[in-house]
């Protein structure tokens, strides 16, 4: 036997009674966050001037690439969620709710991967891609 809410109450819409676990997320990637960031400024103000050997030793450090990337990844999960949460709130025909989020996580995937390879490609030693992008 299903439960049915109301959908409005008094011209308000009522919790559907999901979402808590979508900004638990939001608020454990911000925690997550406000350390990784601290240590991203103070890796830029130490690398600054150091040039492209310095930043090149910089990276090829496993410990400032592994928390390099974990910095891009779970800002791109931040954002993901963010951009989700402003597709909910302001797009409400179905169809393109979906289409744009779906949009949204697409490209937020393809700028983790892009961030994990290059992050890869520099702390192993590789050159920078050339103008011809060949790998």
């Not at 008094?10 to 808590?20: F, I, Q, Y």
């Not at 931040?78 to 169809?95: E, F, L, R, S």
Request: charged share 15%; aromatic share 8%.
């Amino acid at each position: 036997m299903s439960r049915q809410t109301k959908a409005f109450v008094k011209g308000v819409k009522v919790s559907e009674r999901h979402g808590a676990g979508e900004w638990t997320a939001e608020r454990l990637s911000s925690l997550i966050l406000i350390p990784l960031a601290l240590w991203a400024l103070w890796s830029g103000f130490s690398i600054a001037g150091a040039g492209y050997e310095g930043v090149l030793d910089w990276v090829s450090n496993r410990v400032n690439a592994a928390l390099l990337a974990a910095t891009i990844l779970i800002s791109i999960w931040h954002m993901n969620m963010g951009a989700k949460v402003i597709v909910d709130d302001y797009i409400h025909t179905p169809g393109s709710n979906r289409a744009l989020s779906a949009l949204i996580g697409l490209g937020c995937l393809l700028l983790a991967a892009a961030s994990v390879f290059f992050i890869t490609r520099l702390a192993l030693g590789s050159a920078p891609l050339p103008a011809g992008l060949a790998f």
